[in-house]
């Protein structure tokens, strides 16, 4: 169908133009034709002819293109095509008036040319600068939007009451990445109500989890169905708002780069229990709720030289190390307990190491601190 338009827009230009320009194109070749071809409707029909030869050449080359930006301008968010196209008004606009006092120079190029390049290029720009900048502008109009309401409220009896209400911080949004989704401890953190706000889950992450529940590696399947499944869970049972934001950044390609600028566009906070996306977000300024740093938190505090009873599973990396776990899967390193692997073994806590990784527990065998 869409060969057929551009078939049918190549005929009605080759008309068009043979309708106007052949009679002058024969008759500055200086050749002897009957009278008859030098009629404008003739001059039509050939111009259509040959125009619909050449659309057989070009006109696969010009579909595969539009289908490209088609499927390109489907694939993209409403609000972007919304706001690029007000962009690409402004922009229009902008180079016409730009335009005016350029054609009144007499100077060909100036006159002429500019004003075509003008066009296009300010279009353009107008183009991504209303598509990139959407929430940019939504913030912009709902802070007017907020003033005039101020105004407005002026002369009520309860104006120092609305003021109040009005000033009141917001709680920023919640982003949630793909990882603390498949871990599953969110949702029993949204079902305590510990987190407020309203929780967004982009359209990337979400991409991200279908892709790997898709996975031909087992594991890998069943870790994305798990964090489909948790997300589907939170959706149900939560007593916050989840919206899923179809939102995406073309220009970044890692997912975690993507939520540090959705986090730095919305003013929102990242939500993970990634410590290298933690890092990330520390040095790009945006805040950052790590889930370890939770659990790690409501954990049972341990103090140097308490006693407790632990099962010697492994050894360490270093000489002589043996490693145990508590029933929370806190590791702990035990001084000279590579000799008692295998068996519970009572220990004195030396020194207790916490990061936003974990915690580790470093320890030494009761034995030894009786017999010193």
């Known amino acids: 169908?869409?060969?057929?338009?551009?078939?049918?827009?190549?005929?009605?230009?080759?008309?068009?133009?043979?309708?106007i320009f052949m009679s002058e194109i024969i008759?500055?070749?200086n050749v002897q034709l009957p009278a008859w071809l030098m009629n404008e409707y003739v001059g039509g029909g050939v111009g259509a002819l040959l125009f619909f030869i050449l659309s057989l050449w070009v006109a696969?080359?010009?579909?595969r293109a539009l289908s490209v930006v088609e499927e390109t301008i489907i694939k993209a968010p409403i609000t972007n095509v919304l706001f690029g196209t007000i962009g690409l008004m402004f922009g229009l606009i902008v180079a016409f008036l730009i335009g005016l006092p350029l054609g009144e120079i007499q100077i060909?190029?100036?006159?002429?040319?500019?004003?075509i390049f003008m066009t296009i290029i300010l279009g353009y720009y107008g183009f991504r600068i209303g598509s990139y900048k959407r929430d940019e502008i939504v913030a912009l109009a709902g802070g007017f939007g907020k003033s005039g309401n101020k105004d407005r409220k002026k002369g009520d009896s309860r104006e120092g009451l609305n003021e109040t209400e009005s000033e009141r911080p917001s709680i920023p949004i919640k982003i949630f990445d793909t990882s603390v989704i498949i871990d599953g401890r969110i949702s029993d953190v949204c079902r305590t109500r510990f987190l407020e706000g309203t929780i967004v889950i982009p359209k990337?992450?979400?991409d991200e989890l279908q892709h790997i529940a898709d996975s031909s590696d087992a594991l890998k399947r069943n870790r994305g169905r798990r964090g489909l499944d948790i997300l589907n869970q939170i959706q149900k049972e939560s007593s916050v708002e989840v919206k899923i934001e179809d939102i995406d950044f073309e220009d970044v390609d890692a997912v975690d780069s993507k939520l540090v600028k959705l986090a730095q566009k919305t003013n929102g906070v990242v939500v993970t229990n990634d410590f290298n996306l933690n890092k990330v977000c520390d040095l790009q300024g945006v805040d950052v709720l790590n889930i370890n740093d939770l659990a790690n938190a409501v954990k049972p505090v341990v103090l140097p030289g308490e006693?407790?009873?632990v099962q010697v599973i492994k050894d360490g990396k270093e000489e002589g190390q043996g490693v145990g776990y508590l029933d929370d899967g806190t590791m702990i390193v035990i001084e000279d307990g590579r000799s008692y692997i295998g068996r519970q073994l009572d220990v004195i806590v030396t020194s207790v190491l916490q990061t936003s990784a974990g915690r580790m527990i470093f320890a030494k065998p009761k034995l030894l601190e009786k017999a010193q």
């Open 60 to 63: 696969d080359p010009i579909v």
């Open 204 to 206: 990337f992450v979400l």
């Open 108 to 115: 060909p190029v100036i006159s002429q040319v500019v004003p």
């Open 1 to 19: 169908m869409l060969k057929r338009m551009v078939q049918v827009f190549f005929v009605v230009i080759g008309g068009a133009l043979g309708f």
């Open 307 to 309: 006693g407790m009873s």
């Open 27 to 29: 008759s500055s070749l």
